[in-house]
């Protein structure tokens, strides 16, 4: 019946700076990027895919600044998965990202942390 997450949604508080982040640094590509309908709280709709995985991203004409509080109700983050966490972590350093979690060794898996332009945390995995 379900078959797979289809995208994930996120609300940035600077749209130019998020599509650049998202398609510049991670390698998202433009799949579809519309302006909303008259009268609605959204200005622009983009969606952005990374291989099989996309996120929506929804520019809104008046966004509520975010929570700072790490253990809210609501989805805490998404995860990436890289083929070598020290490479990607090189990578992201020449595009002027820094960690804002250090790399954690889990088992056989390594786990970092970024965040994106609008204070959103994305976790960097190598399986």
Excluded: C
């Excluded at 433009?30 to 959204?42: D, E, H, L, T």
């Excluded at 990436?80 to 966490?85: A, K, S």
């Amino acid at each position: 019946m379900f078959k797979r997450i289809d995208h994930v949604e996120i609300i940035p508080q600077d749209m130019g700076k998020t599509m650049d982040f998202y398609t510049g640094v991670l390698g998202f590509k433009v799949k579809q990027r519309i302006p909303a309908r008259p009268g609605s709280p959204w200005k622009e709709v983009a969606y952005l895919t990374l291989n099989d995985s996309m996120i929506e991203v929804l520019a809104a004409a008046t966004p509520a600044p975010l929570s700072t509080a790490s253990e809210q109700v609501g989805y805490r983050m998404m995860a990436i998965e890289v083929e070598d966490m020290d490479k990607a972590i090189e990578y992201l350093k020449t595009k002027g990202v820094e960690l804002s979690r250090p790399v954690m060794q889990l088992g056989k898996s390594k786990r970092a942390e970024i965040k994106d332009p609008n204070g959103l945390s994305i976790e960097i995995r190598q399986w």
